[in-house]
């Protein structure tokens, strides 16, 4: 194993040790970073670029001088590896490491600090060392939930990515417990992939995708193929399953600034269709996709005449309606409330908007608020049964939540008369030990009081 511990730290001589003992990791060889290995890493893998990696650090000038480190913080340092969040050393030896490696990184100025160097700390034009650990390393997230994990292989080229409407063409390989069971060229539209039976993870990691990248996702069953699986491929349901994409190309579709309304508006009847077909299918993500794409388009707009008005205004209230009952089936309660409120911002008296707010606050337990919306809903509409029969159930939550109230209340008053009984019994025994000490001591005086008295 090659090792750093004897390495010089005056100038000319650390930099021939590295020269001698390291290695070159920079992409191009141009001696950039030398890395010298300390302690080899405890498996063969290594992060891949996006990765979340937490490292422990030392920095030092070539002279020994320390100038940061994260140990005296006793707190590791997390960041997305490749991705420019740091210095540029730090991308490349990183990506160069193993978990639990830990080296030593020379580091040239034009991949340290430049020219400039760091005021106070790092002279202009100054080679640095870096002591490195790396603790840990996993994918990057994609979704809040965790849903969709991302590794990327080979990183693409450009800033563009795939939106919404995107035409894309893209190699799949798919794996499910070590099994490749889908492997293919294939095109298909983002927010449209399910046509040509493409799991969702994939069409949502798009947009995070460059012409040219190659990366691996690890997606969950509601990104994968849920609870239904795929019996042509031998899925069974809630799988967790694995896709290898390379996005080949693409051509991004216009957007929202590239289109006048007229545009908007005729694009806008397709793809409420294609929502429709979606949520007929129970694909409700997917028909999510784009009725969110219709309120991007019109949510800002104003109608030249009062038709044109009029037909914003009916694919802004459809669109969040159908938004509320995709939520409501996939169980986003906030997501049901937050739609049904714009809708209830234009239309007061929406009589869909107020019965789906109040079946989404019936789930969330919040009774009195579910309550008044079903009476709203009976105040538009007085024959709307189903709102009669959720007042019963809202009424019935409400007294449920009473009658517990009242029992955990009197659980707790009685647990409080408890305690405070059995804490005056034990003050009043202490007191009698008390009172029976100082008796005796008051007799013992006295009796000694008696026997020095002269008889």
């Given at each position: 194993m090659t090792t750093d511990q004897d390495l010089p730290m005056d100038g000319q001589s650390a930099t021939a040790a590295f020269d001698a003992k390291g290695i070159d990791v920079t992409p191009n060889k141009d001696q950039g970073v030398i890395k010298v290995v300390r302690c080899q890493g405890i498996d063969g893998d290594q992060p891949m670029i996006g990765d979340r990696v937490t490292v422990h650090y030392t920095g030092k000038l070539l002279n020994g001088k320390k100038f940061d480190c994260s140990r005296d913080r006793k707190e590791p340092f997390c960041f997305n590896v490749g991705k420019g969040q740091v210095l540029k050393a730090w991308d490349v030896g990183v990506l160069s490491m193993q978990r639990g490696e830990v080296c030593t990184l020379l580091c040239k100025p034009e991949y340290a600090y430049g020219i400039a160097g760091n005021p106070n700390k790092i002279p202009p034009s100054s080679s640095v060392v870096f002591e490195m650990e790396l603790l840990k390393f996993e994918g990057e997230m994609l979704t809040d939930d965790g849903g969709i994990l991302r590794r990327i292989k080979v990183k693409g080229d450009g800033y563009n990515n795939p939106n919404d409407g995107a035409s894309v063409d893209v190699h799949l390989k798919g794996s499910c417990g070590g099994r490749l069971f889908d492997c293919r060229d294939v095109s298909f539209i983002v927010g449209e992939a399910e046509d040509k039976g493409v799991p969702l993870g994939v069409d949502r990691a798009m947009?995070?995708?460059?012409?040219?990248?190659?990366?691996?996702?690890?997606?969950?069953?509601?990104?994968?193929?849920?609870?239904?699986?795929?019996?042509?491929?031998?899925?069974?349901?809630?799988?967790?399953?694995?896709?290898?994409?390379?996005?080949?190309?693409?051509?991004?579709?216009?957007?929202?600034?590239?289109?006048?309304?007229?545009?908007?508006?005729?694009?806008?009847?397709?793809?409420?269709?294609?929502?429709?077909?979606?949520?007929?299918?129970?694909?409700?993500?997917?028909?999510?996709?784009?009725?969110?794409?219709?309120?991007?388009?019109?949510?800002?707009?104003?109608?030249?005449?009062?038709?044109?008005?009029?037909?914003?205004?009916?694919?802004?209230?459809?669109?969040?309606?159908?938004?509320?009952?995709?939520?409501?089936?996939?169980?986003?309660?906030?997501?049901?409330?937050?739609?049904?409120?714009?809708?209830?911002?234009?239309?007061?008296?929406?009589?869909?908007?107020?019965?789906?707010?109040?079946?989404?606050?019936?789930?969330?337990?919040?009774?009195?608020?579910?309550?008044?919306?079903?009476?709203?809903?009976?105040?538009?509409?007085?024959?709307?049964?189903?709102?009669?029969?959720?007042?019963?159930?809202?009424?019935?939550?409400?007294?449920?939540?009473?009658?517990?109230?009242?029992?955990?209340?009197?659980?707790?008053?009685?647990?409080?008369?408890?305690?405070?009984?059995?804490?005056?019994?034990?003050?009043?025994?202490?007191?009698?030990s008390a009172r029976s000490g100082m008796n005796g001591e008051m007799g013992i005086k006295r009796r000694r009081r008696s026997q020095d008295c002269p008889s």
């Open positions: 947009d995070k995708m460059q012409k040219g990248e190659c990366c691996i996702l690890y997606l969950k069953p509601k990104y994968g193929f849920g609870s239904e699986g795929k019996p042509e491929h031998k899925i069974g349901p809630d799988k967790d399953i694995t896709y290898e994409v390379t996005l080949k190309d693409f051509k991004r579709a216009k957007e929202s600034w590239e289109m006048d309304l007229n545009e908007k508006l005729d694009l806008a009847v397709g793809v409420k269709r294609k929502g429709n077909q979606y949520f007929k299918a129970g694909r409700h993500c997917q028909a999510v996709i784009q009725y969110q794409r219709i309120v991007s388009w019109l949510e800002m707009e104003c109608g030249s005449d009062r038709e044109q008005q009029k037909r914003i205004q009916d694919f802004i209230l459809t669109s969040h309606l159908n938004l509320a009952l995709c939520f409501l089936r996939i169980k986003e309660f906030s997501q049901v409330v937050e739609n049904c409120n714009k809708v209830i911002e234009l239309d007061e008296s929406n009589e869909k908007a107020l019965y789906r707010r109040g079946e989404a606050r019936l789930l969330r337990n919040e009774f009195s608020l579910a309550l008044a919306d079903f009476q709203r809903v009976l105040q538009v509409n007085p024959s709307n049964r189903a709102a009669r029969a959720q007042i019963s159930i809202c009424l019935s939550k409400i007294k449920e939540h009473h009658e517990q109230d009242k029992k955990t209340y009197a659980n707790m008053f009685q647990k409080f008369a408890e305690r405070d009984s059995e804490t005056g019994k034990t003050r009043r025994r202490r007191d009698e």
